[in-house]
């Protein structure tokens, strides 16, 4: 294979920044390869992929030095449509893509562009909806389907050009545990199929690895700190410096001693050799017994947005305080609603009590001083400027005088390590910082209940340690901590008991290793399995004792 995408000596600065966002970079990737392109938030691999695909420079404006070449044609200043018959591009949120009414629209809008003949287009409609299984799907509306059906939509209308070049930026991000599984497997299948270069920019490298890839590129600040196979870069210590989450087994074989620099297939775990390897250290698995008071009780909680299609489907449940509890399921299975539920903004049939009693006929406003709601993306909750004023602004509303709500927003600030910020506005905090803002806004109500979506969708390893564990500090303090997640290891790492949804109903409710160890029930919730109990399984251990040992381990690092 040659040299198919060159950047020699390249170097990119937005209009908008004093500072080069890509320093220097020097890369080449070969046609027909996998490659996947891994880095903390910043480190401008998201613009590595925008250059490619012509949103820089076209859309995002800036200045560039040196060349990048494909094909061995320089691309730079090509048009948006000229780079479109190159790369295709398939974005984080698949709803952002989507312009037809309905799914067969969508897969042949960019048919309709190149004026193909309607007999043409049906032809190539029902090839790529076949490829993908979505013909039973070609007339209903792209935003009713799941997650994992989203995908295959946005995939298929970028499939349908035929281009050379295949780019998915973050395409697990919203998607659940077994959805992200087999959309990496149509990935690998398509590239596969269609000799395509591919190209995958993604933080969950353990997931994107369950299948080969023949180049990872880690970057970090602007410049390519690694260039090479997966196996190599595991067998540095790269993925910890740079905020990266490396395997989960390999960071449990790094905790029983065994020596990874000079291994062979540290990528694909059933074929690396642990013989050899000591297992004394792990002890047999005690199940911890917690002893809380009831908190919050839900009694036959049923909900429906449409008459005869119940979303939540008689729910009852005991939550105690100072609990930390996961709630996990497939896309679609009622996780939100329920969160809904139980902070008033839909009304469900049913009761819930707070401290054995009903707050049914609670308002909003008042459901809001008991369960405190943070949303995914904390740019959808942000109203003000300047941190104090966000902050503030719930005390505001409820009438405070101003001297309380000064102690009140210093004191949370301080609580929430932002004290030192207090001045600030808002646009100049990272995502992670404005993610403890909007914790800080409803965490100033003094809520009991913090109830979180997705906590850490998107984030690297950094971020992702800093939230958790400043909300492992909220619940050591009395707050209630629950979370919506599709992370498998975060529910492993950072709750005490987990809620499995499936289809409107709590299926499960049992601790993260019993969940995890129960294949039955990962498969019919759409989860899967963490690589512990691959590793387990090798090992021929427990998978319960393996866990146990990893999570302890991890506890006495904090």
Not at 31 to 54: D, H, R
Not at 116 to 134: G, I, N, P, Y
Not at 255 to 273: A, E, M, P, V
Not at 509 to 532: C, F, M, Q, W
Request: net charge negative; proline share 3%.
């Amino acid at each position: 294979m040659t040299d198919f995408i060159t950047f020699e000596n390249f170097t990119f600065k937005y209009n908008a920044q004093s500072e080069s966002t890509l320093k220097h970079i020097n890369l080449n990737i070969k046609k027909g390869n996998k490659v996947l392109i891994i880095g903390p938030s910043g480190s401008g691999k998201s613009t590595l992929g925008q250059c490619l695909n012509g949103i820089i420079p076209n859309i995002y404006k800036g200045t560039k030095s040196g060349q990048l070449t494909i094909g061995g044609q320089e691309v730079f200043e090509r048009s948006v449509y000229d780079k479109s018959e190159l790369v295709s591009t398939v974005l984080q949120d698949p709803d952002s893509q989507f312009i037809g009414l309905t799914v067969a629209e969508d897969i042949a809008f960019a048919l309709e562009n190149d004026c193909l003949s309607q007999t043409k287009m049906r032809e190539k409609v029902h090839f790529w909806a076949e490829k993908l299984d979505l013909v039973d799907l070609l007339q209903q509306r792209p935003q009713d389907l799941s997650g994992g059906q989203k995908q295959r939509v946005s995939l298929a209308g970028v499939l349908v050009d035929e281009s050379p070049i295949l780019l998915f930026d973050e395409p697990l991000a919203n998607l659940d545990p077994k959805s992200g599984q087999d959309t990496i497997d149509l990935i690998d299948r398509i590239h596969k199929d269609n000799q395509a270069t591919t190209i995958i920019i993604e933080h969950r490298l353990e997931d994107v690895l369950y299948r080969c890839v023949d180049q990872v590129i880690l970057i970090n600040e602007g410049e390519i700190l690694f260039d090479g196979d997966p196996d190599s870069l595991l067998q540095t210590s790269l993925l910890a410096e740079n905020g990266i989450r490396e395997p989960l087994y390999i960071s449990i074989l790094r905790d029983l001693g065994f020596k990874l620099d000079k291994q062979q297939h540290l990528s694909q775990l059933s074929q690396l050799d642990l013989s050899g390897l000591q297992t004394k250290t792990i002890g047999p698995y005690q199940k911890l017994s917690h002893d809380y008071s009831d908190l919050l009780t839900l009694k036959n909680v049923t909900f429906s947005y449409t008459k005869g299609s119940p979303i939540l489907k008689d729910i009852s449940l005991i939550i105690g305080k100072g609990e930390r509890i996961s709630i996990v399921g497939k896309n679609g299975a009622g996780k939100s609603t329920l969160a809904k539920a139980m902070c008033q903004f839909i009304t469900a049939d049913g009761d819930i009590y707070y401290h054995n009693q009903s707050i049914k006929e609670d308002t909003v406003r008042e459901r809001a001083e008991r369960i405190g709601y943070v949303l995914q993306n904390p740019n959808q909750m942000i109203s003000q400027t300047m941190i104090f004023d966000e902050v503030a602004l719930g005390l505001r509303l409820r009438g405070f005088d101003e001297k309380m709500i000064k102690e009140r927003v210093h004191e949370t600030l301080r609580t929430c390590g932002l004290y030192a910020f207090r001045k600030w506005p808002v646009s100049a905090l990272s995502f992670g910082q404005k993610k403890r803002v909007t914790i800080a806004s409803i965490l100033v109500l003094n809520p009991e209940i913090i109830l979180l979506d997705e906590p850490t969708a998107g984030q690297d390893q950094r971020h992702y340690t800093e939230i958790m564990n400043f909300l492992n500090q909220l619940q050591k303090a009395g707050h209630t901590i629950i979370m919506i997640t599709h992370d498998m290891q975060l529910m492993m790492e950072y709750s005490d008991r987990s809620l499995v949804i499936a289809d409107g109903k709590v299926i499960a409710d049992k601790s993260p290793i019993e969940v995890l160890g129960n294949k039955e029930l990962l498969e019919r919730a759409h989860l899967k399995t963490t690589s512990i109990f691959q590793l387990a399984e090798k090992l021929k251990i427990s998978s319960a004792a393996l866990t146990d040992f990893y999570i302890h381990g991890k506890r006495g690092k904090q």
